[in-house]
């Protein structure tokens, strides 16, 4: 996911150095901050493939892997897998990632259940408005339509 420029704009503004290095580098130039984005897809569809992998695995209050976890636990873990580190509990999670809308969300967003102006539950989108997640005492991690809208989404940096 780049993003295009168009050189001849910026070459009017740039000096003679910026413009050999413009030269050098080509017609299709990054912009700052894309670069961090397509490299947060690519953590969050990693984290996603950790998370489909743990299939089956037990429900444990406070677990965070490799073979139970709760749901916190198994977001912490699936990211941690993917080369990005989380706090320990659903709300932690959901303060530190970047708020997105619901028509924003892409495959590897965290999805966090809220009530009472709390978050209690999260899992990891994995599309057609399903989670991979770990529900509670008794389940397994599991793929699962979300059954609320009371839903947020944030997206790991």
Not at 14 to 42: D, F, K, N, Y
Not at 64 to 85: Q, R, V
Not at 138 to 148: D, M, P, S
Request: charged share 15%; proline share 4%.
């Amino acid at each position: 996911m780049s993003a295009q420029v168009h050189v001849p704009s910026l070459l009017a503004r740039a000096t003679t150095a910026s413009v050999m290095t413009l030269v050098a580098v080509g017609s299709t130039l990054l912009i700052p901050g894309t670069a961090s984005e397509a490299q947060a897809a690519g953590h969050a569809a990693k984290a996603l493939k950790v998370a489909a992998s743990k299939k089956g695995a037990p429900y444990r209050w406070g677990a965070t892997g490799p073979n139970s976890f709760d749901c916190s636990g198994l977001t912490l873990y699936s990211f941690k897998k993917a080369g990005k580190k989380l706090p320990r509990t659903a709300q932690q999670q959901y303060n530190r990632t970047r708020h997105i809308s619901a028509s924003q969300r892409q495959r590897g967003d965290l999805v966090f259940f809220h009530a009472g102006g709390g978050v209690y539950h999260v899992g990891i989108y994995a599309g057609s408005g399903k989670i991979w997640h770990s529900p509670k005492t008794g389940a397994v991690v599991r793929l699962e339509k979300i059954w609320t809208r009371s839903v947020y989404y944030g997206r790991v940096a």
